[in-house]
Structures are given as structure tokens and as C-alpha cells.
């Protein structure tokens, strides 16, 4: 032992500097290349390449299990509904309730423009709520329904419309083509609203045969969830054609009876287009009992919930409201409700004002919003700008509190740099300093080098020095030999 310590020393004393100096450069290089390669990974995937290998790969081979995985249904049990809920509140990227018709309303742009109004992460998106929605297992043993399973998997409109018209050609009772058509083909409400009421009728009659058929086997209850998600998706489509056509009153019938026969669905929100209907009709009162149901703290939350509420705080104080009145004699009980009212708005999606202030220029809503993000705002702003300015001096209020407490809010959701990254930032500049100082000061850093390894491995030296003091020197002896 006592000669693999000399020869340790003696390997130590013929390292030269140009050694230290590669071997620090080298460790730099290295490291600077794996922060440049975390940074990029970070800025197009917004996660550490790092941590995802580690989540993905390592945490499975140590048993570990993620319980956090989104999962979105139309229909759920009594059991399953709760659950569904809560793992709901940790998807951010929702579909938008008040999406509008592809055919009717997002086609116009196209045909002004000749641009997409679209984007294709956006209608990917949409493909795949399409598929896990309007589809299941036991298609393949309808012609028809195997063929909408093509259709919605289709990227060209045309063959997805093409599709249809073959899937109607073999059961003209077949729910999802009218769907698809009603969506995609038509050019006007009017046009979508009479194939929705053709697509109604053949839902409810798969609906009701399947009803009686769901304990029969898991087959036949997937068939069954497919065929109320089917139903679901006409009755609101429906409901928003009336609201779109100036036939309030009914939609918010449709919407009403909707939401009462299908009470666990609240994931679909729903009653985001129940609110924006009742504002239209200006029920102030019956926003109110809406609110007080969704607007609770186990529920996800959503800029039309947030600014809903504060915009019926505001109505109350908004007419009569003065900045320089207010800071002379203080804000009353009511007007600081509505400035809270409008701080927890601002603080849940700090975009929105900006749109409803009309700072920024409106666009049509994505078919997917991201929660607390600039889509959101947009998605808020187009459907309920009116309701604001309906109201005498809420943008005003809203203006006042938003300029004096939020002007300078930050970009919400702030990614925050992950840890690998703060890491191999910090590996590389400490071994880049080394490199530096070894290259100007050799002689002096390589005594450092030595009397650092010396200090790390003399805790080593230390117990062999005692298991030699313990041992005979012949067991060595035979050590060496064996």
C-alpha cells in the first residue's frame, strides 16, 4: 500500500500544467456545450432535456409513478368525476367553449385574406379531440363509423368532407358525418344548424340503443360513452347556433337542460356559454347564481369566470366611479370589492386587459386556449368586449385599477429556468475559471491541483495506513501474489 501511495505522489509531481490546463479547458468545452443544448431544448419544448429523461426513463425503473396525467372525458361516473376534475385543473391547454364554426365563420377569413386562420398545432389538436371523442374501439364493425374513424384522422378538408358524404352513403343515419359536414362544409349558421338537427336525430337514436346495450359488455359501454359524447357535443353546438342567429332565449333553454342532464360534464364548461348568453340578455341576476356554482375553489378557474365576476362587481360602482373623487375620500365598501374583484382577474390572466382597453388588436379566437395565456384573453375578449363597453364606465374602472397596479405585470405563465440548466451554467463558468487560471498562473495552480488531490485522498490513505497497522505484512504479501 505504502507504494501505491508513493507512486500516486509521484504520478501527481509529472503532471505538468499543459495537463491541468486541457484537463480544465476540456471540462469546460463540455459543459458549455450541454448548457447550449439545455437552453435550446428548453426554449422549444419549455422543459429540461435533463429532467425529462430522468422523469421518463429513470423514475419507471425506480417504481416511481406519475399520478398527475391529465385525462379528459365527456362522460364519467360518480367516482370518476372528482378525479377527472382534479386532474383536469392541472391541464393548461383547454378547448375553447366558444370555438367558432370552421365552415360558417373561420372559412370568411380565408376567402378575405387567403390566409389560414388556423394554426396546424392548433387543428392537430383538434384531430385528436375529434378522435377520442367522436370514435371507439368497436368501429371497425360499422362501415360507416369505420369510415368517419379515416375521416377524422384526415389532414385535407376535402377528403375529411369526402369521407362523410361515403359514410352517409352507407348509413344515412350515421351522427358524426353530419357533424363533420355541419362544421367544415357549411357556409352560413343556417346551413350548419339544419345539418346539427339532421346529426341530433340520428344521435338520439344511437343514443338510446346504445342506452339499453351498455351493461351488455365494455364494448358496448365504450359505444355507449361514444354516442353521449356524440349527443353532448350536437345539443351545445346547437345551443350556440341559436345564440349566434339572435335566438337568445333558447339557447340559454338548451344550455340550461343540456347542463342538467348531463350535471358531471362541468369540464366541458358549459356554463361559459350560459354566461356569455345570459350577458347578452343582461341577466345580471342569473349570472349571479351561475357564478356562485362555478366560481368555487375546488373548480378549475377561467378568465370568464374571473372577469365575469368582477365585471358584475363593477356594474354596481362603475357609473358613479372617480379616480379623483375616489383619492380624495377614499373607496367605499363596494367600490373596493370591485377593485379586488378586478386584481384577482388581472392576477389569473394579466392579458385580458389589455384587449378589452382595446391596446392591442383583436384576432379570431384558436379552437384551443392555452389557461392564464394570451389565447385565453383573446378567446375572453372576442365574445365579451361588448358586454364590458354595455356597461357605463366598467373599461374605465377597469383602466384605472389595471394602469395603477398591473401596468408593469410580467408575462404570465414566467417559466422559470430549470435546475440542470442553472447547474451546467454554473459548472461551466467555475470550470472556465480554472482553465484561465491554470493557463496564466501554471505554477502556482498546480501546487493548488496537488495539495487538492493530497486533501482528497487523504482520508483514504488514512484507514489504509490502519488496516495495514491491523493486518500482517504477509497477508499482503499474499494478496499480491494471488
Request: net charge neutral.
Amino acid at each position: 500500500m505504502f507504494n501505491a501511495d508513493s507512486s500516486l505522489t509521484a504520478f501527481l509531481n509529472t503532471l505538468t500544467p499543459k495537463f491541468y490546463v486541457a484537463l480544465t479547458g476540456t471540462s469546460s468545452l463540455i459543459s458549455g456545450l450541454i448548457l447550449i443544448f439545455e437552453w435550446w431544448y428548453f426554449r422549444k419544448y419549455g422543459t429540461s432535456f435533463i429532467e425529462q429523461v430522468s422523469v421518463s426513463h429513470l423514475r419507471p425503473l425506480l417504481g416511481a409513478v406519475d399520478n398527475n396525467t391529465p385525462s379528459i372525458n365527456f362522460t364519467a361516473s360518480n367516482g370518476e368525476a372528482e378525479s377527472n376534475r382534479q386532474n383536469v385543473s392541472e391541464c393548461k391547454v383547454w378547448r375553447n367553449p366558444l370555438n367558432l364554426f370552421r365552415g360558417a365563420e373561420y372559412s370568411r377569413y380565408t376567402w378575405v385574406t387567403g390566409r389560414e386562420p388556423l394554426t396546424y398545432y392548433d387543428m392537430n389538436l383538434s384531430a385528436q379531440d375529434h378522435q377520442t371523442f367522436f370514435t371507439c374501439d368497436t368501429d371497425h364493425v360499422r362501415p360507416a363509423d369505420a369510415v368517419m374513424q379515416k375521416a377524422w384522422r384526415e389532414r385535407n378538408a376535402q377528403a375529411r368532407m369526402k369521407a362523410a358524404y361515403q359514410a352517409l352513403e352507407l348509413n344515412n343515419e350515421c351522427a358524426t358525418a353530419y357533424v363533420l359536414l355541419a362544421e367544415e362544409e357549411t357556409t352560413t349558421i343556417l346551413e350548419a344548424e339544419k345539418l346539427f338537427k339532421q346529426a341530433l336525430k340520428a344521435g338520439e337514436v344511437c343514443y338510446r340503443r346504445s342506452q339499453q346495450l351498455q351493461h351488455h359488455s365494455p364494448q358496448q359501454e365504450a359505444q355507449h360513452r361514444r354516442d353521449t359524447n356524440v349527443l353532448v357535443y350536437i345539443k351545445r353546438r346547437l345551443a350556440m347556433c341559436a345564440r349566434k342567429l339572435g335566438r337568445i332565449r333558447e339557447a340559454v333553454k338548451l344550455m340550461r337542460d343540456l347542463m342538467k342532464e348531463f350535471p358531471l360534464l362541468s369540464m366541458l364548461n358549459i356554463h361559459e356559454n350560459l354566461l356569455e348568453a345570459l350577458l347578452e340578455l343582461q341577466a345580471y341576476a342569473d349570472v349571479q347564481v351561475v357564478l356562485a356554482k362555478y366560481d368555487d375553489i375546488s373548480l378549475p378557474k377561467s378568465a370568464t369566470i374571473c372577469y365575469t365576476a368582477a365585471l358584475l362587481k363593477a356594474r354596481a360602482v362603475s357609473d358613479k366611479f372617480s379616480p379623483e373623487a375616489a383619492s380624495r375620500r377614499g373607496l367605499s365598501t363596494a367600490e373596493m370589492n370591485a377593485v379586488e374583484a378586478i386584481h384577482r382577474a388581472v392576477e389569473f390572466n394579466p392579458h385580458v386587459p389589455k384587449y378589452l382597453l382595446e391596446m392591442k388588436s383583436l384576432i379570431l379566437p384558436p379552437e384551443h386556449i392555452l389557461k392564464r395565456g394570451d389565447s385565453e384573453a383573446v378567446a375572453y375578449a372576442f365574445f365579451h368586449l361588448q358586454h364590458w363597453k354595455r356597461v357605463e364606465g366598467a373599461l374605465n374602472l377597469l383602466h384605472c385599477t389595471w394602469e395603477g397596479t398591473f401596468h408593469e405585470v410580467s408575462v404570465y405563465p414566467k417559466k422559470e429556468l430549470p435546475f440542470f440548466i442553472l447547474f451546467t451554467a454554473g459548472l461551466c463558468s467555475f470550470t472556465a475559471m480554472l482553465a484561465l487560471l491554470t493557463h496564466q498562473f501554471p505554477e502556482l495552480m498546480g501546487v493548488f491541483a496537488k495539495a487538492f488531490f493530497s486533501t482528497l485522498f487523504a482520508p483514504f490513505n488514512f484507514v489504509m495506513e490502519k488496516i495495514e497497522s491491523v493486518l500482517p505484512s504477509s497477508f499482503w504479501h499474499l494478496l499480491t501474489r494471488i
